[in-house]
């Protein structure tokens, strides 16, 4: 094994999960969702983007559980043969980097359109790749541990903008319910769902959780806690800020600038900036975690940390030259994320899963 530490499902399958997906979709998933489903996005949130990421976690933890000491790089070979299932893994490799490289623009370019305009978007990535890389030259108990840090965090923020946002609140925002049927909820729910579905990334650090029978249920209660943190963001957005949330770029960070309470108490959008950093430095560190491991392994090394600079100046180079601004980075995020989400998180690990199946791979049958 590259990687000897252990973590708990309380550390990975629950709070580690939770961030990864939560720190960059609380910034764009209320405007897009609002884009297609009005004021019934919350219900896209809650619904159709907890069910689908339920699904995703069902596949993962039974591929899991079939190829127990095993991350998915390790195991695809063994389901489809060695020269398909060695490029599956490197897609997965690539597809990290890839997701990767979007985390690391998303963070530049929120801190140039909220805060520091003048400073060069190289520099935000840069540092927050420094730190990322730090983070998994530690390994993953550092990871896990520096996250436990960081939840608290992230609930009071959350708290202290719903609490001193909600005498604005005009929650007629929402109404009427369900006014066109529920197709614009399942559309809504769309691009939000591929964010759900990040927790495949769970397939490269499965095999280093402590009892990985229960690794299901903490992760099923991460994607619901997910999902009701996301809907009441939304909720409070669309409240207070009606038809103009799907027209912002970052309308959770918009209703924090909302706020001001008896003149003294403004620029609250400093917790949004302070949860956004926190948040997305253990974000890229998972997915720079999962990609270097995945590299390691696949080239038959002996430690994955040889691979963590590359891949560090590989995500530099890719993040400055993705998009030109923020504007098209949501366009991108609306339309071709999706579909380009759920082939890695869906419909890739249930081949695999019956394909295991079908040809007996994996369980009682490991070593035949």
């Not at 040889?306 to 100046?313: D, E, H, Q, S």
């Amino acid at each position: 094994m590259l990687e000897r530490g252990k973590v708990t499902n309380r550390q990975a399958a629950f709070l580690l999960m939770f961030t990864t997906v939560i720190a960059t979709a609380v910034l764009f998933v209320p405007a897009i969702t609002a884009a297609a489903a009005k004021q019934d996005g919350w219900l896209s949130l809650l619904v159709v983007a907890t069910t689908y990421g339920l699904v995703v976690a069902l596949v993962i933890v039974k591929l899991g559980l079939r190829f127990p000491d095993k991350t998915l790089v390790e195991y695809a070979p063994l389901v489809l043969g060695p020269f398909l299932g060695k490029l599956v893994g490197a897609g997965y490799i690539f597809w990290f980097v890839h997701v990767n490289a979007i985390i690391v623009r998303e963070f530049g370019d929120f801190l140039l359109s909220a805060f520091l305009p003048e400073t060069p978007l190289m520099a935000f990535n840069i540092i927050l790749l420094l730190l990322a890389a730090l983070a998994v030259k530690s390994g993953l108990e550092v990871i896990c541990r520096a996250n436990e840090f960081i939840i608290p965090l992230f609930f009071l923020s959350l708290a202290a903008i719903v609490a001193l946002v909600a005498h604005n609140a005009d929650f007629s925002n929402l109404l009427p319910l369900l006014e066109k049927g529920f197709k614009p909820v399942l559309r809504g729910g769309l691009a939000p769902s591929g964010w759900r579905g990040e927790i495949v990334v769970m397939m490269m650090i499965l095999p280093y959780i402590n009892y990985p029978d229960k690794t299901g249920r903490y992760l099923a209660a991460s994607v619901v806690l997910i999902g009701v943190v996301l809907s009441l963001a939304t909720v409070m957005t669309t409240a207070v800020m009606g038809g103009l949330t799907e027209h912002l770029t970052f309308p959770f960070f918009s209703l924090a600038r909302y706020i001001a309470v008896a003149r003294f108490l403004e620029r609250m959008e400093v917790l949004i900036l302070v949860m956004w950093v926190a948040g997305v430095t253990i974000k890229v560190a998972v997915f720079y975690y999962a990609a270097a491991l995945g590299a390691g392994q696949l080239l038959g090394l002996r430690d994955y940390r040889p691979v963590v600079l590359p891949i560090g100046v590989i995500l530099a180079a890719w993040s400055h030259g993705l998009y030109e601004d923020a504007r098209e980075l949501v366009v991108w995020l609306a339309t071709i994320w999706p579909p380009y989400a759920y082939t890695f998180e869906l419909i890739i690990p249930s081949l695999l899963l019956l394909v295991a199946v079908l040809r007996k791979k994996g369980g009682a049958h490991v070593g035949r």
